[in-house]
């Protein structure tokens, strides 16, 4: 089995790499955190241009998928630039309808293919969260609980997250959409997906976090040398950037097991998120260490990526619902 990349996906990441690059992203992050959508919607708006959120779709509904490779390489990226929204959540919904097909499906998978309705997805499952991501930025809301779907009327109050730019809500409420054993086996093969792309947006926030850390550390001196030159710092990055490696296999086989249907889908798909996400948030760690105090003020960018690796660890799946859905299963690979 293959796991890296082919020419065509790589060049479709660095393009992503450079529109993102230019778009601002910090200033997009801080808008989105003080509740003015409109340049995260903006630069959503461009994402869809690109075919990201297409890639979830089915082609039958206007959309180019499903490529759950294709949606690894872009996540990637939207997590190396810390971009905010309900970019899982909208992904996973489109994987739910997609799966369930019907009425729902008609009208919003083409919309969230364009890029002209995000959507937000709680699913509540033993082990799940309550919680719905960005519901007030949301067209819509779509809640799983047990076999029923739910097109969720309202919403609770917003809770604050570690992520200032990820703002928690209670869904409640709603009009049932569909009901039966297709909506469980369609919520399962959506929280794989989630969790997936979270795994992606994690490997991508973590490069980031590390290469952001070396340039820091080339730079600052101590001693009248650079703080790079230590040896206790040279190992700390060493540390980090294994574990980024190790993860990225990880999440590309599980991305492939998912394309393919592989009945052990599910617990590749966990092997890659706790590996990803651990190395994340190893990575963030290391980031405010080596930056010292200074990592974590709101007026360094750098804290934009620090807030966002716990999160994502616990999002989709936390390391120890992860750990345990893979020894439940037995060793994967």
């Not at 690059?21 to 708006?45: F, Q």
């Not at 994402?47 to 082609?59: I, M, R, S, T, Y």
């Not at 600052?220 to 574990?243: E, N, P, W, Y």
């Not at 592989?262 to 930056?291: F, I, M, N, W």
Request: charge should be negative; aromatic fraction near 6%.
């Amino acid at each position: 089995m293959r796991f890296l990349l082919d020419d065509e996906q790589r060049e479709f990441a660095r393009t992503l790499d450079r529109m993102l690059g230019s778009a601002g992203t910090p200033g997009v992050v801080r808008s989105w955190a003080a509740g003015d959508h409109g340049p995260g919607r903006a630069l959503w708006a461009r994402l869809a241009e690109a075919g990201v959120f297409a890639l979830a779709v089915p082609q039958e509904h206007e959309g180019l998928g499903p490529l759950p490779v294709e949606l690894t390489a872009a996540f990637g990226e939207l997590g190396g630039h810390a971009v905010p929204g309900p970019l899982a959540e909208t992904v996973a919904a489109s994987a739910l309808l997609g799966r369930l097909g019907g009425d729902a499906a008609h009208a919003w998978l083409p919309q969230f293919a364009s890029g002209t309705a995000m959507a937000s997805l709680c699913v509540l499952s033993p082990g799940g969260s309550p919680y719905a991501l960005d519901a007030d930025a949301a067209d819509t809301v779509l809640v799983v609980d047990g076999d029923t779907l739910r097109l969720a009327a309202a919403h609770g109050p917003v809770q604050s997250s570690a992520d200032p730019a990820r703002r928690l809500a209670r869904p409640r409420g709603g009009v049932v959409l569909a009901q039966g054993p297709e909506v469980t086996a369609a919520a399962a093969y959506a929280t794989d997906v989630a969790a997936l792309v979270t795994a992606a947006q994690a490997l991508g926030l973590g490069r980031s976090l590390l290469d952001r850390t070396v340039g820091y550390v080339r730079q600052r001196t101590q001693f009248g040398v650079t703080v790079g030159s230590f040896q206790a710092v040279k190992h700390r990055l060493a540390d980090t950037l294994i574990a980024l490696e190790f993860a990225q296999p990880l999440v590309h086989a599980a991305a492939v097991a998912l394309a393919a249907d592989d009945p052990a889908a599910g617990r590749e798909v966990a092997a890659a998120k706790v590996s990803a996400c651990e190395a994340a948030y190893g990575a963030a760690r290391t980031a405010l260490q080596l930056h010292g105090a200074v990592g974590y003020t709101e007026e360094l960018d750098l804290s934009l990526w620090i807030r966002k690796a716990r999160p994502l660890r616990t999002a989709w799946g936390t390391p120890a619902a992860c750990r345990a859905r893979v020894l439940a299963d037995g060793p994967v690979g």
